[in-house]
Every structure is written in C-alpha cells, then in structure tokens.
C-alpha cells in the first residue's frame, strides 16, 4: 500500500528557506509522476511543482524561480526545496502521486510570518 510522509514544515520569517521531504513508500515511487500542492485557508488547493519519474520538473509561472523540486529514487523520496518565502507562501504543502490511483500525505503546515 503506497503512503506518503511529508516532514520539514516549520515557521519562518519572510525572505526565509525551508526543505520539505515526501517519504514514499509501497514500491511505485520510481515510476511515478509526483507532485507538490499547497491549500492556504479559504483558497483552492493549487499545484506547485511536479516532477518525471527521471527528473524533468515543471513549476507553476508564480513561483519565479524561487522553489525546485526534486527526488531521489533510490531513497524513495520527494523533495521541495523553497526558498526567498513570502507571507502569502503560507500553506498546507502535500506531496501526491500524479496517477489513475492518485495518493495524497497528510500535509505539513508552513507558515511564513513577520
């Protein structure tokens, strides 16, 4: 049964960086098409980044540069790495795998605030 961990939320002051990680587990990670989404309060859930089995990632335009998405296979995890943090960078981040049986984390709260 493939589950998905997120860890690495955390509180942090605007212009601040944070790493997320997505621990897969259940055999399907290398095969997979994965994705991060965030959700703030009162607004829609919004994919942020998503990532090939071999590594081509494509970001949402209102990033700018400021986020990357990563994986290593042979450790079965995701990675988010964010950086330059704005208050409205405050969200609920999810990892997901991008299939017919899609699985979702439980989420990890980043909060950015002054």
């Known amino acids: 049964q493939e589950q998905l961990v997120e860890s690495g939320g955390g509180v942090v002051q605007p212009g601040g960086s944070l790493t997320l990680s997505c621990a897969a587990s259940g055999g399907t990670f290398s095969i997979s098409v994965m994705a991060w989404y965030r959700q703030a309060p009162g607004k829609q859930r919004e994919q942020v980044a998503r990532i090939t089995p071999g590594g081509v990632p494509t970001y949402a335009e209102f990033l700018r540069g400021r986020f990357t998405v990563s994986r290593d296979n042979a450790k079965n995890t995701l990675y988010l790495q964010m950086t330059n943090l704005r208050i409205e960078d405050t969200a609920v981040y999810y990892c997901?795998?991008?299939?017919?049986?899609?699985?979702w984390g439980q989420g990890t709260q980043v909060t950015v605030s002054s």
């Open positions: 997901k795998r991008e299939s017919i049986s899609a699985v």
